[in-house]
């Protein structure tokens, strides 16, 4: 006999898709990402980006096993902290050496934390294990594949011109231009995910739109990061189209469970990471600003969020208050 | 699709039909919680009641039978009438529009609860509402609940009745201006009809909850209204078409708040407004207008998807069931809580600017702050938040609880 069902409370509509859709089109985004780079650059890279990304699901199979004795269904979200760390080493980085830092995001970053109390960035501690441990390897990049001129224009009309070039969006897209925007259009590999920010922003715009990303962090930390390079006397335009700022805006920062919920912390938080990035790039001994700032920020998002509850209480209060008198 | 609850239509609301056949039974609950005082039945067992006639009073309400008959029991919990009749009142006639000091007596002999969904006695409304000095009517037309087209189906076929009550309220409240809120999707259909009768128009998005009186007060004046404080108390008298129209009637045929119009909408047929008496089963809208019903494949829902209830044939209409609703049962409704991510899209969600997750979390705990007691007394319980949760987690179930604890905190 089938089972009486619960009685259901309201609402009894649902918008946007479940936690696992969520990931699940993160995921998707993350794939087609490894997908571009490997038809551009590298074919055997979808390999390795496949197996790896099976490796975290197999860890977090086995972790729950042991723990529980039972068989269980990987998130989606184990996946996209593997995808998101190969995308950001080095593509030709040794395979054991990725998945020491897939070990470590999963299980230690992932599984074994207490999430609630230690909101830390699976992917970036993962990451910041690979860079203290095995500093060469995630420093050996890829050479561009094309021979680039260097180039200066007023506009990206004037290079044009001064290219006798006709100019044809289409080849834009396929990545045919050179200057200061080659970052922005695919001629220089790096890591695997930022060797085309266009495409982050594209999906950027896609994740958003679908609801399954929050704009806040993203803009947030751009203009964090925009507003402190030029201080710092920093090229702004050369380190926005320099890859990982887009990418990080895009599937870094984004990450809910790391960054605070609340609109007022995403912001703060979002801020804070790209002033943070700007300064480590600028005076740091390490380059990896984005480790360091997102990390930063997420130890500070339990008490962003709640600043921001006792805040809006406060307004809250006050506007019945001033109603009142 | 980004984590919007839309509430556009398209087409024309059908016109409001009269249930072509009267229940056998109708069942009028006494529940203290529904009508916000305690309700004493007047006829005991077996006695024989006509339609109009007052068969239960408390102190802020009264209930009224809605068909001739036989009482078969007089609860507690509620009053079952067997039907040996029709629902015409005998000897209702006209009546004249009460003085302003009358109003809180006269709503009280209409019967007449908050036909919007909330069902707040209109006594205890207008008493307050009296010694303050109110400027404006604003009839709540916006209807932001998915699938309810009630209050349109009113406003384009039962206009007059509508508009007796409309004039009734604003000459003897003496209130110089009515707005009437509408959403983007209606106001090509309503507008004209509502600004030749003096109506300014206030018009809404479409989407979920910009029905709520709270923010189209916001709209009005620019400023969302303090929590705790009323809209009468800033000189804004709301009230839903519904009411205005059972009050129409009650001024124009004598007739006290006993029909409920609602929207009938079901799986393969086009959305339908009708009229009940109050009390009618579901079962019986069911099975007048041919609508199977399986309660392992189907949910029936009373008063919309987004505020109302889970109920069974057997539930009886109350005066503020606007709706009922058969639906596909989806497989997401019947997901267990996932652990919250920390998505920030009840954030969005919530037309308050409140912090829902943040609230659930300390209800759960039971960590008691002066933010979260404002912030649970400004909720309305909309139930956006937990719509757009990706992890099913029933926010707006929470924040009733929630509210209920604040209460027994209090004492």
Redesign the interface.
């Given at each position: 006999m089938a089972e009486e069902r619960r009685t259901l409370v309201a609402p009894f509509l649902r918008k946007g898709t479940d936690t696992n859709g969520m990931m699940l089109g993160m995921l998707g985004c993350l794939t087609l990402t490894a997908a571009h780079f490997a038809w551009r650059y590298d074919t055997g890279f979808f390999l390795r980006y496949l197996s790896l990304s099976a490796a975290s699901l197999l860890i977090e199979v086995v972790y729950v096993i042991l723990r529980d004795g039972r068989l269980h269904w990987p998130r989606a979200s184990t996946a996209v902290t593997a995808a998101l760390l190969v995308l950001s080493v080095p593509a030709r980085m040794s395979w054991i050496q990725i998945f020491y830092g897939i070990l470590v995001a999963v299980l230690f970053a992932k599984c074994m934390t207490d999430r609630n109390a230690l909101r830390l960035n699976p992917m970036l501690v993962g990451r910041l294990f690979m860079m203290l441990l095995f500093t060469q390897g995630i420093q050996e990049w890829l050479n561009p594949s094309v021979e680039i001129d260097a180039f200066s224009s007023a506009t990206p009309l004037g290079l044009y011109l001064a290219e006798d070039t006709v100019y044809n969006p289409l080849s834009i897209l396929a990545g045919s231009i050179r200057g200061d925007w080659e970052g922005v259009y695919a001629l220089v590999p790096g890591a695997p995910g930022e060797v085309m920010p266009l495409l982050a922003l594209v999906f950027g715009f896609i994740l958003y739109f679908t609801g399954i990303i929050d704009w806040r962090p993203g803009i947030a930390f751009i203009l964090g990061f925009g507003l402190t390079c030029p201080i710092l006397g920093m090229p702004l335009f050369f380190h926005l189209t320099a890859g990982s700022i887009m990418f990080t805006a895009v599937y870094i920062v984004t990450d809910p469970r790391s960054m605070p919920g609340s609109k007022a912390g995403r912001l703060i938080a979002g801020f804070l990471a790209g002033v943070i990035n700007a300064v480590v790039r600028n005076h740091g001994y390490y380059p990896e600003g984005i480790v360091i700032a997102v990390l930063a920020v997420n130890l500070l998002s339990p008490t962003l969020d709640r600043l921001a509850f006792y805040f809006r209480g406060v307004l809250l209060q006050r506007a019945t208050r001033r109603f009142n008198q | 699709?980004?984590?919007?609850?839309q509430s556009k239509s398209a087409t024309p609301a059908a016109p409001p039909e009269y249930i072509p056949e009267l229940p056998h039974e109708v069942v009028l609950t006494l529940d203290p919680a529904v009508h916000r005082c305690v309700m004493t039945a007047l006829p005991g067992p077996g006695d024989a009641v006509t339609a109009g006639q007052v068969i239960a009073e408390g102190k802020v309400m009264r209930l009224h039978a809605p068909i001739e008959g036989m009482v078969t029991d007089a609860g507690p919990p509620s009053i079952r009438i067997q039907r040996t009749g029709a629902n015409e009142c005998p000897e209702s006639h006209a009546l004249p529009v009460p003085e302003k000091s009358a109003w809180p007596d006269f709503m009280k002999s209409a019967g007449l609860a908050g036909m919007g969904g909330g069902m707040f006695p209109y006594p205890s409304k207008m008493d307050a509402a009296i010694p303050l000095n109110i400027h404006t009517l604003v009839v709540n037309a916006v209807e932001c609940e998915?699938g309810i087209e009630i209050d349109e189906a009113i406003l384009m076929h039962h206009h007059d009745f509508f508009i007796r009550g409309v004039d009734a309220i604003t000459q003897s409240l003496n209130i110089q201006r009515k707005v009437a809120g509408l959403r983007k999707s209606n106001r090509a259909r309503l507008r004209e009809r509502l600004e030749v009768d003096g109506f300014d128009i206030v018009v809404m998005t479409d989407t979920y909850p910009e029905g709520a009186g709270k923010l189209i007060v916001r709209k009005l004046t620019g400023r969302?209204p303090?929590?705790?404080?009323r809209n009468s108390e800033l000189g804004y008298l709301v009230m839903n078409v519904s009411s205005l129209w059972a009050l129409g009637r009650r001024l124009a045929l004598g007739r006290p708040s006993m029909d409920r119009p609602l929207t009938l909408l079901a799986p393969d047929s086009p959305p339908r407004n009708i009229i009940v008496p109050v009390g009618t089963p579901a079962a019986h809208i069911l099975k007048v207008y041919d609508i199977p019903y399986d309660?392992?494949t189907q949910?029936l829902?009373a008063s919309g998807?987004?505020?109302?209830?889970?109920v069974d044939p057997s539930y009886a209409v109350l005066k503020g069931t606007n709706a009922l609703?058969v639906?596909p049962l989806?497989k997401?409704?019947?997901?267990e809580e996932?652990p919250?991510?920390?998505?920030?899209?009840c954030?969005?969600a919530c037309p308050l600017?409140?912090?829902p997750?943040?609230m659930a979390d300390r209800i759960k705990a039971r960590q008691f702050?002066?933010?979260?007691?404002?912030?649970l007394k400004?909720c309305f319980l909309c139930?956006?938040c937990?719509?757009?949760c990706?992890?099913?987690i029933?926010l707006?179930?929470y924040f009733r609880e929630g509210k209920q604890w604040l209460k027994n905190v209090a004492r």
């Open positions: - | 699709m980004r984590r919007i609850i998915p969302m303090p929590t705790g404080v309660r392992n949910v829902i998807f987004m505020m109302g209830v889970e609703f639906q989806r997401r409704l019947l997901e996932a919250c991510i920390l998505c920030g899209s954030f969005d600017k409140l912090h997750i943040g702050s002066a933010a979260l007691e404002i912030q400004t139930g956006a937990a719509a757009v990706p992890a099913n029933p707006a179930h």
